[in-house]
Structure formats: structure tokens, C-alpha cells
């Protein structure tokens, strides 16, 4: 028998710190929080993450791991096509541009959002604004290393 009743669980309003690998669907690392050792941290029902995500943490203890995989519209969303946009080449300078590459654009507020380099076509780039996983299911390995 498991002896977890004492032991504090996720609930809906905690904040919580935990180790997250996501893996595509050919099993490949997307990204991990493992590699440089910097848990995320997550207030739950913020709205940073979907329900769907959130939903699969609810009831998860202190230093237990589970593994779930989320369709695209859960995990980063669909691909939307009006992030995708296309940008006269001159508008880049001297910069090599390289599809693949990711360049960082100052929005009008002074904020910093990435694009992706999809297309380089003549005097046309095509940069897309998504998430990098947007459009992917994604599976998540989670570790629960602190509830607060």
C-alpha cells in the first residue's frame, strides 16, 4: 500500500517546480528542463499553460514522475497561419538569413518575440511567428519536485 496520505498533492491554485522532457512524436527530445538543471515553475490555473496540461498534474505528489502526450491544439496549439509572415529581404540588413534560423523581432511594445526562418524565396522571407511546436503532438515526462 502506498503510503501518501499525509503528503501535500497539486491542486488547482498551487505553484509548483518540476523537471519537464518533451518528446516529439518520432520520440525525439524537443526540449528538457534536465540539461541545465532549471526546473520550470508553474502557478497552476494561470492560464501559462493549457487546462489539458494542468488537468494532467492535478493530484501528482513531491518527487513523482508521470509521462502523457498532448494533441497539438493542448499542448503549443495549431499552427495558425496569420503568425506566418512574409518580410521584403532588404528589411534584414546585413544578417545572414538562413532557413531555420531564429531571429528575434522588438514588437511595439519593446518586447522581443522570436521568428522562424521558414522560406527564403528572391527578395521574399517567409518568417513564422508560431511557437516552434506549435502544430505537434508532444509527449511530456514530468517530475514533480516542489509544491508551495
Known amino acids: 500500500m502506498n503510503e501518501v496520505k499525509d503528503q501535500a ?9 518540476f523537471h519537464v522532457t518533451m518528446k516529439l512524436s518520432d520520440g525525439s527530445a524537443a526540449d528538457s528542463t534536465k540539461v541545465n538543471n532549471k526546473p520550470a515553475k508553474l502557478t497552476m490555473g494561470d492560464g501559462s499553460l493549457s487546462p489539458a496540461f494542468e488537468a494532467q498534474l492535478l493530484g ?3 518527487g513523482e514522475s508521470k509521462e502523457f502526450t498532448l494533441g497539438a491544439t493542448d499542448a503549443f496549439g495549431a499552427t495558425n497561419p496569420d503568425n ?3 518580410l521584403e529581404r532588404s528589411k534584414f540588413e546585413a544578417e545572414s538569413l538562413e532557413v531555420g534560423a531564429i531571429i528575434m523581432f ?29 502544430g505537434q503532438v508532444i509527449t511530456f515526462d514530468i517530475e514533480i519536485i516542489e509544491i508551495d
Open 9 to 17: 498533492v497539486i491542486t488547482a491554485t498551487n505553484e509548483i517546480v
Open 60 to 62: 501528482m505528489a513531491k
Open 84 to 86: 506566418i509572415y512574409h
Open 106 to 134: 522588438e514588437q511595439q511594445n519593446g518586447a522581443e518575440m522570436p521568428g522562424v526562418i521558414r522560406e527564403i524565396v528572391g527578395d521574399s522571407v517567409t518568417i513564422d511567428f508560431n511557437h516552434p511546436l506549435a
